[in-house]
């Protein structure tokens, strides 16, 4: 068994960022999977779970109707744990050139008048939201984005040793 890069990184020292979590070859072609980390985990209150769902429909909504971007997205969903985003994209760009979209996507959510898709037929869970601590946490989080473009620690984990058991069985940290 095989642990993905993700799995290799010290989670105690993660700051929030965009990050390439793996890079996969599918169809002739690569697909790669970033980390969207809104929070510092383990350090700060991981973010409000009907915000991240909010977040989760207003932003999948931003990237499916970009007309630059549209064709080039394969998923956006959140962390089990709370503290970010997946985005799965075609192609293979360093996280800083999908910064510009990330910027644009989180700074439409203050626009919001509600919830797209959050209705009984469209949602699994349509009464757990919350557009206005969704509007707080993207606007902390773009704000984040612009303030740190130059910094090259949000776009590169930290990098740690792998947990190995004798018998060479792995742990997972995530
Ligand atoms: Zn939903």
Known sequence: MDLIPSFSVDHRAIVPGIFTSRADSVGGGTVTT???????????????????HSLEHLIATFLRNDPDWKDEIIYWGPMGCLTGFYLILKGSRPPQEICGLLLSAFRSVEDAQEVPGATAKNCGNYLMHNLGMAKWYAARFADYLADNADNPEIFEYPKTERLVTDDGQHFYDS
Request: aromatic share 6%.
């Open 34 to 52: 970033y980390d969207v980390r809104l929070t510092r985990p383990n350090r700060e209150p991981a973010v409000d779970v009907a915000a991240m």
